[in-house]
């Protein structure tokens, strides 16, 4: 157990979170350290409640343990023009203003769920660190899923029904920060939440997303990353915007469970296309089922320019679930002329 806890520290968890109490930064290294005693003391009580797990795998059973000790909420937000708190304001503490005013909001809330810990990606990230950076992005999919809680801010919300027009249902990054977690409240631009219930993934403001955004209720209660169901997994971010053109590649990463290094200054196309050519590797033939303009890419044609070249699709295969459909992505194969993949001709 406490093996697996250190690594869980090590790999699964933000670089930094914030220390609500003292509102500074806080790193892996005293996170472990702040709650060994309580994993230690929960081993004893483990052994003796083992037996009430018996369905469940081992690993499962560790893995439950160390998360219900290890909690930290997580803070998704549309960031405002102007005045959100950096790195650099935070370590110095000299972190002012209206955006400092919102973590300190959020820190509050967090609270009322039991956690000292929070993250929020306006200034727990050292962005003059490309390593950093790059870290982060691959496992922000995995930061949000991990968090006790994460907790929504709608600044262009006042009650339920507003929500299907505030921008945080338009941004890129809040696709992933919306099917991650696994734990959710939303609150309004006064801070005042939208429902009575504690976890908002199980209840009408998670309907109310879904017949917004299209997407099934049961997906949004609990998202499995694959590179599966491409051409219907990207006309969810087909209407959102991000303020890099990259960002809308890199945001969709963890949603197809692929890798891409980060490369800003690529442009949008060649990111998106990296997106593509990672997914063919390891997904399904719907990656090919697209129309409209290709992307420019160096040597095929045969690829989309942005999510948007799925708006529209019709199933390959109506009659058959993706499940049921074998992968057929080893035939698929980038080359030095562009795409290439057997097709099959028949006379008409």
Not at 3 to 10: H, L, M, P
Not at 206 to 227: C, N, Q, W
Request: charged share 25%.
């Amino acid at each position: 157990v406490l093996e697996e806890f250190i690594r869980y520290i090590q790999n699964d968890i933000p670089i930094r979170l914030i220390h609500i109490p003292t509102m500074r930064f806080v790193d892996r290294s005293f996170i472990e350290r702040y709650f060994q005693q309580s994993i230690e003391e929960a081993v004893t009580e483990d052994a003796i409640k083992r037996s009430l797990y018996a369905d469940l795998s081992r690993t499962s059973v560790i893995r439950d343990l160390i998360q219900n000790i290890v909690r930290y909420a997580i803070l998704s937000h549309r960031w405002m023009q102007a005045g959100e708190p950096t790195y650099k304001d935070i370590k110095r503490s000299r972190a002012t203003g209206a955006g400092y005013d919102k973590l300190r909001t959020f820190c509050d809330k967090a609270k009322s769920y039991g956690v000292e810990f929070v993250w929020s990606d306006t200034c727990c990230i050292d962005k003059s660190s490309s390593s950093e950076l790059d870290e982060s992005i691959r496992s922000m999919f995995r930061w949000y899923r991990n968090s006790a809680i994460c907790i929504v801010h709608l600044a262009q919300t006042t009650k339920p029904r507003d929500l299907k027009r505030d921008e945080w249902l338009k941004r890129g990054w809040t696709l992933q920060e919306l099917l991650a977690p696994w734990r959710m409240k939303f609150f309004n631009k006064d801070w005042q939440a939208l429902s009575d219930q504690r976890n908002d993934k199980y209840g009408e403001i998670m309907s109310l997303i879904g017949r917004t955004t299209g997407i099934k209720a049961s997906v949004l209660r609990r998202f499995d990353p694959s590179p599966t169901e491409v051409d219907e997994r990207m006309t969810w971010a087909a209407g959102r915007k991000t303020t890099r053109g990259e960002d809308m590649a890199y945001s969709l990463m963890a949603i197809f469970d692929v890798s891409l290094a980060i490369a800003y200054g690529e442009g949008a196309d060649r990111a998106f296309c990296r997106l593509i050519e990672a997914i063919m590797q390891a997904g399904d033939r719907s990656v090919l089922n697209w129309s409209g303009k290709p992307a420019k890419h160096p040597t095929s044609r045969a690829l989309p320019a942005s999510p948007a070249s799925y708006v529209g699709f019709s199933p390959l295969y109506p009659e058959l679930s993706y499940g049921s459909v074998k992968s057929h992505s080893a035939l698929m194969t980038m080359t030095s002329q562009g795409l290439r993949v057997p097709l099959v001709l028949l006379p008409l």
